[in-house]
């Protein structure tokens, strides 16, 4: 299945080859910032400049409508004061980028030379084919190579800006860095792991015993969807044999690929990334109970921002998907600087408008995700629009019956560099969620804290993963954050698909109501220290799934 992306017919003439010709100080002077930047590119070493044949997709961001009071229906629809999320088509007429911004946007990539210009259909992403030479005219950019190692990568090196009747109009551009690119959140278990004491790696098939949740129904009434990049081939018959092993019924899946008409991505960015894939579906599904209504992979063509920025949004744009699980991430700062923040963000405030969830690993480097010694996060981790999901080490008993939890831990940031350890700490980006500074738990802090929950994440009690055709065990939190991906889905099923982003209410009653979580108390990611009650390295815990939904059943605050 193709991505529903809006093809734009328009006659263009001469206008690429007098762009490419002009300098970019002959270039009109009445620009405007966005919220772009040129990245960090100071670990790298610049080579040549790229020459202006040379391709590129970029994708610009629009600002939504009326964003304040988008706000305050998301607010009312998380607090129950609203009971019905919005539907694809209200959010179009309400909130989304109006047409006549639209227009404009196209119009101006048509006349700078671009081509295959689509449009998405909520109207939040202008996408198009074009060159370094198209760029320069229609952002006045200039763009480099660059190489670390033997990766190789470009970008540009000036902010992007666009004519000034757009400001007010465009949030960002995307595409025109490959430098920093997202990375996916899981660890392979060493052989030296199988052997350590009362540590056991655990079928997916295993989590609802595991986290008491083999009382509830299936998720059969609820659609999961799962981001993703590259081919999918292998994870579908990989899930296929999955499934039939463990008794399931074959599920119902589809994959949305989200590609484009030109491509130029580093190659060292497009590695075989079937084991995350398979990570995320194969315990999805297990912790959903063996069922989903579907699984939908919203496949993006690699692991660039913008790539991934596209698959988010179509994810949101088709609206199927109640739970979307994000087992991706890379350094916060870096995605504020680009620009990704802004445009994400707005993507994920769509769904949770739309009564969906985004539930995103908070990475396997503890609480240094931008490396070297100063704690700093994972995005779109610590986006106050997502669920947050940190990983713990879960002992279970002879029977496959939870024993108890520590923090997947490391020591400091060489340790959590090396073996790796759960995500976790103050963000350096993102402002904390009036919920959560309602909470109290945050101390003085004014910033976002993450994880939100946690699951087994820790690669010596991980997921036994069926990968082409081999069983290998694996943990990270890429692992944790499809195991309460399928456990929400089911809970969503047996309340009718009718349950909201349900952050606000983990941190309203999660701090009294403790039956609720296994809380965890012993552990470090480096720069903190677990402690009773929420905290840093695991927030409030795992959930003890059964009490959970049953609350969430009774208290008719979710």
């Known amino acids: 299945m193709q991505s529903t992306l809006r093809p734009i017919s328009l006659v263009v003439g001469c206008g690429l080859a007098l762009s490419l010709a002009l300098p970019v100080q002959a270039q009109p002077q009445n620009w405007r910032a966005t919220h772009s930047h040129a990245p960090d590119a100071s670990d790298f070493t610049p080579g040549a400049e790229m020459r202006s044949g040379d391709t590129l997709h970029v994708a610009v961001s629009l600002q939504l409508r009326n964003r304040e009071q988008l ?70 950019v ?21 004519p000034s009747a757009l400001s007010g109009i465009v949030l960002g551009v995307h595409g025109l860095q490959t430098v920093h690119l997202a990375h996916t959140a899981q660890v392979e278990a060493q052989a030296s792991v199988y052997a350590t004491a009362g540590k056991v790696g655990h079928s997916p098939t295993a989590w609802p015993a595991i ?37 399931y019924a074959q599920p119902v899946v589809s994959v949305v690929n ?76 870096n995605a504020r600087l680009t620009g990704t923040q802004a445009t994400d963000d707005q993507i994920f405030l769509a769904a949770v408008a739309q009564g969906q969830t985004f539930v995103v690993a908070t990475g396997d480097a503890g609480s240094y995700e931008c490396g070297g010694k100063t704690s700093a996060q994972s995005y779109p981790a610590v986006s106050p629009y997502v669920i947050a999901v940190g990983g713990t080490s879960v002992s279970t008993s002879s029977t496959g019956a939870w024993t108890g939890e520590t923090v997947w831990a490391c020591t400091n940031y060489s340790t959590c560099a090396t073996s790796g350890g759960t995500g976790g700490g103050v963000s350096l980006i993102e402002a904390a969620p009036s919920w959560q500074l309602a909470s109290k738990v945050l101390g003085t802090s004014t910033r976002r804290g993450v994880p939100d929950i946690s699951f087994a994440g820790d690669p010596s009690t991980g997921a036994i993963t069926l990968v082409k055709g081999k069983y290998v065990q694996y943990g990270g939190t890429s692992l944790a954050a499809p195991i309460f991906a399928g456990f929400w889905a089911r809970i969503q099923s047996a309340n009718g698909n009718r349950l909201a982003f349900p952050a606000p209410a983990l941190y309203k009653y999660g701090v009294a109501q403790t039956a609720l979580f296994h809380d965890v108390v012993s552990g470090t990611n480096g720069g903190y220290t677990a402690a009773k009650g929420w905290d840093y390295t695991t927030g409030f815990g795992s959930l003890n799934v059964g009490n959970f939904a049953a609350f969430v059943t009774s208290s008719g605050g979710f």
Not at 113 to 127: H, R, T
Not at 146 to 162: L, Q, W
Not at 230 to 236: F, I, P, R, V
Not at 240 to 245: C, E, I, K, V
Request: overall charge negative; hydrophobic content about 45%.
């Open 71 to 140: 706000e305050a229906f998301a607010a009312s629809l998380m607090s129950g004061q609203t009971n019905t999320p919005l539907t694809s088509e209200q959010f179009l007429s309400r909130y989304a980028p109006a047409a006549a911004d639209v227009a404009a946007v196209v119009k101006h990539l048509s006349q700078s030379g671009f081509v295959n210009i689509e449009v998405s259909p909520n109207n939040m992403l202008v996408s198009a084919d074009g060159s370094v030479g198209t760029a320069r005219s229609a952002f006045n």
């Open 142 to 162: 200039q763009m480099r190579h660059f190489a670390k190692g033997e990766r190789t990568a470009y970008a540009n090196t000036n902010d992007p800006v666009v």
């Open 211 to 247: 986290y008491n949740a083999t009382a509830l129904p299936t998720a059969a009434k609820t659609t999961v969807g799962i981001i993703t990049a590259g081919s999918m081939t292998q994870t579908l018959a990989d899930l296929s044999s999955f499934a039939r092993t463990a008794g």
């Open 258 to 333: 989200i590609a484009s008409a030109q491509r130029r991505v580093s190659t060292s960015a497009t590695t075989d990334n079937t084991a995350e894939w398979n990570i995320d579906s194969q315990n999805a599904l297990g912790a959903a109970g063996g069922a989903v209504k579907s699984i939908v992979f919203y496949a993006a063509s690699s692991l660039s921002e913008a790539d991934l920025t596209a698959a988010y949004n179509a994810a949101v744009a088709a609206n199927v998907a109640k739970v979307i699980s994000v087992s991706l991430g890379e350094c916060e700062s």
